[in-house]
């Protein structure tokens, strides 16, 4: 599986930005997709998830209420509609994949990254 982000940028704060996460190769058997992010000198941190069926979403508490996570199967393509964006969303955003297989054993697919900066 390879994963590609676009759609990072610099923004004021209180603006929006859109991420996008295309991709390519056995996708089928993914089980769920996450975006990430990073921050300088911070560990990275789980932003949203949401299952391949796209039924069930998460979000950590600090994006609740701002940031949608969403999936087009069709165009095999994930979204983060970021609004209300702080300069504490300010990192380097991942696109994540994970299979689980059979034997309980978990594969983790990681696209480039994408940088969002907000502006104060």
């Known amino acids: 599986v390879q994963l590609v982000e676009s759609g990072g940028g610099l923004v004021q704060a209180g603006g929006s930005l859109r991420l996008s996460c295309a991709a390519s190769?056995?996708?089928?058997?993914?089980?769920?997709w996450n975006w990430y992010r990073q921050a300088p000198g911070k560990q990275r941190e789980l932003v949203a998830a949401i299952t391949s069926g796209g039924g069930i979403t998460n979000y950590a508490d600090s994006v609740k209420g701002r940031f949608i996570i969403s999936r087009d199967n069709a165009k095999n393509t994930m979204y983060l509609q970021m609004n209300s964006l702080k300069p504490e969303d300010t990192a380097v955003y991942y696109c994540?994949?994970?299979?689980?297989?059979?034997?309980?054993?978990?594969?983790?697919?990681w696209g480039q990254g994408t940088q969002v900066t907000v502006s104060s």
């Open positions: 994540n994949a994970l299979y689980y297989s059979d034997a309980g054993a978990e594969y983790a697919y």
């Open positions: 190769g056995s996708t089928f058997s993914i089980n769920a």
